[in-house]
């Protein structure tokens, strides 16, 4: 089952790396459905065609009929997304290669493959990558994605197609818009499912020699021996109603609890919290409908920070798109709210979102809003201009980046000491976020510095940041030259990662893993990437 199950399931979520676990997908937090996933069965003799008993088709037969049948005509001059789609029908046909064969080079469905010529389908950049490399085009096609992306903003293409609801060229990621659609599974993707497999988890598997976050069936990790990557996203069960007559003060009552698991986060991390996180959501809202007048507001803000907890602890998980599914819902409710601090606070963590998820340029408009929105004097100007300083710095505008850090100290000095907005603020964490800038500026040494500075000084409760600096200081060890320095930090980084389940490690950990891929054989590496293999999922 592990060989088998795995592999298909991984080679089909790998093609959607926007994340669909369904149960965390919602907006609302509350369960959705997600699409029917059938087991594969066992193969059949070669002499006869693949045919699912199921679906009553022939898969060959389709097959040898989309082969033969005459290709249409596209538009390359209707928008920036038929420009993208002719691009790739060109490489493909310059290569030789049917539809069939080069979905399978980037384990990709052929009918995504159609629908992306034809400027149909929405294109996740990720897809973009994998066919640009199953092409040999030398990053033509990824290239010829960021500027269809950066057209498509400017002259909002927004009418280019429009697929399941979401519209190519639209706000990107989700950052203040309703998430997309997740992708509906082909006919060839579905022959032979089993009825358990709507139950999704988001889980790091190595594709292609990348570690990835994919939508993976809950049953297969159990199987794989990875079990606690399975915990998140359990059903959430709606509050029963004597459940809630029993509560006594309902808003000391939840706010205790996000206490609670905000301070438990840093030492097991959010993969076991989240799942907990949803039920009291659940139980909150329903509190909150049923409440009038100044207690349903004050509990509607409590909602909101619940809603914006989830969307950290999504984003840490890896599943972007429940993140920015939370994230968008606790920037709604926050003006309704009508506080200002509340909205600044979540405005940062999409300028956040914006910058981790590879859309800087949104960041930097995201950070200038939350500093627009925060009391003048709060801390909350001080992380708003965190968040621009490292826009900027993955924009690769170190000048910039360097202001913004200088900006953020001076703020710091004179920011109100008692306010409830990053208490957690110091010197200290705002040169660990530069080292973190300095390292994506190429800047290995001194960013070196810096990471193993704030581990030295870093409390042991907040296990889970310890393994996001380790993985840091490794990458910048390993950029700096000092490679067995790098990968016996990395082994530690690794052992943390397992424990958390935390994708902001696996993130960093895949990056040292690329860059210490030449220096196979020296002292520690082996160990490290063969630890690091230990935690994730594999293909056949």
């Excluded at 991984?10 to 997908?25: D, T």
């Excluded at 069965?41 to 065609?49: F, H, I, K, T, V």
């Excluded at 500027?147 to 979401?166: C, Y």
């Excluded at 029963?240 to 939840?254: C, N, Q, V, Y």
Aim: hydrophobic share 45%.
């Amino acid at each position: 089952m592990r060989g088998g199950v795995a592999a298909w399931v991984v080679r089909i979520a790998c093609e959607r790396l926007v994340p669909i676990v369904k149960s965390m997908g919602s907006p609302t937090g509350r369960p959705c459905v997600g699409p029917r996933l059938l087991a594969p069965r066992a193969p059949l003799s070669p002499a006869r065609p693949h045919c699912s008993v199921h679906a009553r088709q022939c898969i060959t037969a389709r097959e040898e009929k989309h082969m033969g049948q005459r290709p249409n005509e596209l538009t390359p001059d209707a928008g920036p997304w038929h420009r993208w789609g002719y691009e790739l029908r060109q490489f493909r046909e310059a290569r030789g290669l049917a539809q069939q064969v080069l979905a399978r080079k980037a384990l990709i469905d052929r009918s995504h493959i159609a629908r992306f010529e034809r400027a149909e389908r929405p294109v996740p950049r990720s897809a973009a990558v994998r066919l640009d490399e199953a092409l040999d085009a030398a990053g033509a096609l990824a290239r010829g994605w960021d500027r269809a992306e950066l057209e498509a903003r400017r002259n909002r293409a927004a009418s280019v197609s429009k697929v399941e609801g979401f519209v190519h060229g639209a706000t990107p990621r989700g950052h203040g818009a309703i998430p997309p659609e997740p992708l509906a599974l082909g006919p060839f993707e579905q022959a032979g499912l089993g009825e358990g497999d709507t139950d999704l988890v988001v889980v790091p598997a190595r594709i292609n020699g990348r570690i990835l976050f994919v939508p993976v069936p809950r049953r297969v990790v159990l199987a794989s021996g990875l079990a606690g990557l399975a915990s998140a996203a359990l059903p959430v069960r709606a509050a029963a109603a004597d459940e809630l007559a029993d509560m006594g003060s309902p808003l000391e009552h939840f706010s205790q609890l996000r206490r609670v698991m905000i301070q438990t986060d840093n030492l097991i991390g959010p993969r076991h919290l989240l799942p907990a996180l949803q039920q009291h959501l659940v139980s909150l809202a329903s509190r909150r409908r049923a409440a009038r007048g100044t207690d349903a507001i004050r509990l509607l803000a409590l909602e909101t920070r619940y809603e914006e907890l989830a969307g950290w602890f999504a984003h840490d998980i890896g599943d972007d798109r429940a993140a920015d599914g939370y994230t968008a819902k606790a920037l709604d409710a926050s003006h309704i709210t009508g506080d200002a601090a509340l909205t600044a606070y979540i405005l940062g963590r999409k300028a956040q979102l914006a910058v981790d998820t590879g859309y800087a340029a949104d960041a930097l408009g995201l950070a200038a809003a939350a500093r627009r929105t925060a009391p003048s004097g709060s801390r909350l100007e001080v992380i708003a201009v965190l968040h621009e300083a490292h826009a900027h710095a993955v924009l690769g505008e170190g000048d910039e980046a360097q202001r913004a850090y200088d900006a953020a100290f001076m703020l710091l000095d004179r920011a109100d000491a008692d306010s409830v907005w990053g208490s957690w603020l110091d010197t200290a964490y705002i040169d660990t976020a530069r080292a973190r800038s300095l390292a994506t500026l190429g800047d290995y040494d001194q960013a070196a510095i810096g990471f193993d500075n704030a581990i030295a000084g870093l409390p042991a409760v907040y296990r889970r940041d310890r393994g996001v600096y380790l993985a840091r200081a490794a990458r910048a060890h390993s950029g700096a030259g000092n490679v067995t320095l790098a990968a016996r930090i990395g082994v530690q980084a690794v052992g943390i990662a397992a424990e958390t389940g935390s994708a902001r490690i696996y993130n960093q950990l895949d990056r040292l893993d690329v860059a210490l891929a030449p220096a196979a054989g020296e002292d520690g590496v082996d160990e490290f990437r063969a630890a690091l293999d230990r935690i994730v999922l594999h293909p056949a």
